[in-house]
């Protein structure tokens, strides 16, 4: 793991000095990839910590056992219906709910509700849902959920379960 | 961005209720949250620095045009290429794809963008790998990228876009 990491800082260290120079030489597209860097990382950082507050206080205040009980091997098709209104509310994007369904494995959900609240986050946020429906119509956005959900739910059923029976382990952290 | 407001009156409203109960266990909930921001923030590095390169390579005028293909079928899977590789705020990508609809590209098409580009993240690889591991999160794109597809059929056919 040694080695990946001094690549791994070889590179960022390597995108820093290219924008270094880019700026102090006027080259445009080194330039135009900082502003890039720089909106993305202000968007990002105005989500993040929020999240992770929250997260905190999940952590210390919610029990084990009511995790397990509405998400967790015996939940049912109630955990896939939390799972799919915890991600309704989730604000940012899918990088918010990684760390989010993290916390949920480890107090106990299930493979199969955590992935449905990963993909329904990415899906079906609503605040998010709203805005697309201004711009593209109510039609359109209501197809997509109505199509990608049910999808959604069957395959993370399909792959919690194939995930189980095979012991798979995520990272620990 | 409304929703980041939305976001910390909750948070803030959720430490103070927090903070007034149990002050011992605010203050460790605040040294989680900033021990699991800190221990993922590399991850969060690398992917911004991909995003920002990718969105260099991968203009808005570039997108536009590969959009707006004549056959769509084609434009149906460059755009679910398109949208799996690039990485946009909602806030970008609806207004743009509101543009593109003006433009006379199919719905379909749209779909296939928007939903992979909200599903399927390749840019996102280092922080999804992070917390779900490799196979996990090749295993679940790929997935994705299928619902995707499937998503951007139904559209076409309830759109009238594929049986005219």
């Known amino acids: ?173 | 961005m409304k929703e980041a407001y939305f976001l910390y009156v909750i948070a803030g409203l959720a430490m103070l209720i927090s903070f007034i109960v149990n002050r011992q266990k605010t203050l460790r909930a605040i040294e989680i949250a900033a021990k699991r921001f800190a221990n993922i923030l590399p991850y969060f590095l690398i992917m911004l620095i991909l995003v920002s390169i990718a969105l260099f390579l991968l203009p808005d005028t570039f997108i536009t045009r590969y959009l707006a293909s004549d056959n769509k079928f084609i434009a149906v899977l460059l755009a679910s290429i398109l949208g799996s590789i690039t990485l946009m705020p909602g806030f970008i990508a609806f207004p743009l794809a509101g543009i593109l609809l003006t433009k006379g590209v199919p719905y379909m098409v749209l779909s296939a963008f928007t939903t992979t580009l909200m599903m399927v993240g390749v840019l996102t690889y280092p922080v999804e790998k992070a917390y779900l591991g490799v196979k996990l999160t090749i295993i679940r794109n790929t997935i994705s990228f299928f619902i995707a597809l499937i998503v951007a059929v139904m559209t076409g056919i309830f759109f009238g876009e594929i049986f005219e």
């Not at chain 1, 999240?51 to 397990?68: D, N, P, S, Y």
Request: charge should be positive.
């Open chain 1, 1 to 173: 793991m040694k080695r990946k990491n001094a690549i791994q800082i070889a590179g960022i260290a390597g995108y820093v000095l290219f924008l270094i120079i880019s700026f102090a030489l006027g080259f445009n597209p080194g330039k135009e990839i900082g502003y890039n860097f720089a909106s993305f990382s202000m968007d990002m950082l105005k989500i993040l910590p929020g999240a992770f507050i929250l997260i905190g206080l999940f952590e210390v205040w919610v029990k084990r056992e009511t995790v397990q009980k509405h998400l967790g091997e015996e939940s049912g098709i109630i955990g896939y219906i939390w799972a799919v209104l915890l991600a309704g509310t989730t604000v940012g994007g899918i990088y918010v709910a990684f760390p989010v369904a993290y916390s949920l494995y480890s107090k106990g959900a299930k493979f199969s509700n955590i992935l449905t609240y990963i993909s329904a986050s990415a899906i079906c946020r609503i605040p998010m849902a709203i805005f697309e429906a201004s711009f593209l119509g109510i039609k359109f956005t209501i197809i997509r959920l109505l199509v990608s959900l049910p999808l959604v739910i069957v395959s993370s059923m399909l792959l919690g379960d194939y995930l189980r029976r095979r012991n798979y382990k995520i990272p620990a952290k």
